[in-house]
């Protein structure tokens, strides 16, 4: 009788037992959220570092403090992100991936200052895409075999808005830097040349998403705004810095407008990613 009863309480207590293990393996599909967002904010750090940057080194003396301001603004990103990196239990590869993008990222800021603009512009542009590209594995890895809708919304996140985000901070960041310089090389025309048209690319693909999943919180006005500011700062960018032969234009200001465009994209990553966490 004893060893009856021993079985059943066996019987009950290791299934229980497993799906505790199992459970605890690795953080909620919220956590993981948290960890993508997270890596964006980095992201979005590394972008304004990388344009204040080439701001100063091309002229612009009134960026430096706003260089040191951003970079500090970074390792707070870098705290964040780590402790997320533990709390999801994220795969080791991709925690030691993501650990040597910061080394990578704390050598750069010390060295920015010593290297010529376009190096430095590139190197920090290396090392956005290396992010970029560990969110999109992340989320292929903890979303792309669920829900079919979570998904499409998490990769529009990262896949669509984000890259919109990186190439105005492209256009904002080499051409602050031109617009501090006054003029525009011809070997960087096509370079803003592509930044303009990949912006539009992402945008419209922002657009197709956003008409077809409305967004709570987003009205059509707001995003109608959004798509306007960013239209508004290409064909400035195009007519007033790719096309002038001298460029009159205040740096700081041309920045300011990039960063407003950025500003209203992360209004809308900020409204579907709340989307996102109502539905896990």
């Not at 306007?228 to 700062?233: A, D, K, L, Q």
Request: hydrophobic share 40%; net charge neutral.
């Amino acid at each position: 009788m004893m060893k009856k009863v021993v079985l059943i309480l066996l019987m009950l207590v290791v299934p229980m037992m497993a799906f505790s293990l199992f459970d605890d393996d690795k953080g909620s599909d919220k956590e993981y959220l948290e960890l993508v967002s997270s890596i964006k904010d980095v992201v979005i750090s590394t972008q304004k570092t990388r344009g204040l940057t080439n701001s100063f080194l091309n002229g612009n003396v009134s960026a430096q403090l706003l260089v040191f301001a951003q970079r500090e603004e970074m390792m707070k990103e870098f705290d964040v992100t780590k402790k997320l990196l533990e709390t999801t239990k994220l795969s080791q590869p991709y925690v030691l991936e993501a650990e040597d993008l910061m080394k990578r990222l704390k050598k750069l800021n010390k060295k920015a200052f010593r290297k010529n603009p376009a190096e430095t512009f590139g190197d920090y542009t290396k090392v956005i895409e290396a992010w970029i590209d560990l969110n999109r594995k992340i989320i292929e890895t903890q979303f792309k075999a669920g829900d079919k809708e979570i998904y499409l919304a998490v990769s529009t996140l990262n896949n669509t808005l984000l890259p919109l985000t990186e190439n105005i901070g492209k256009l904002r960041g080499m051409g602050s830097g031109i617009v501090a310089r006054k003029v525009c090389k011809e070997d960087e025309r096509p370079k803003m040349q592509q930044f303009v048209t990949n912006i539009e690319s992402y945008r419209s693909k922002m657009k197709v998403y956003l008409d077809g999943h409305p967004v709570s919180g987003l009205a059509p006005s707001d995003i109608e705004t959004i798509n306007n500011r960013i239209v508004t700062y290409t064909d400035l960018t195009q007519d007033e810095v790719i096309e002038q032969e001298e460029i009159t234009l205040d740096a700081n200001d041309f920045f300011d407008q990039g960063t407003a465009c950025i500003g209203g994209v992360l209004k809308i990553y900020n409204a579907l990613e709340s989307d996102i966490k109502k539905k896990l």
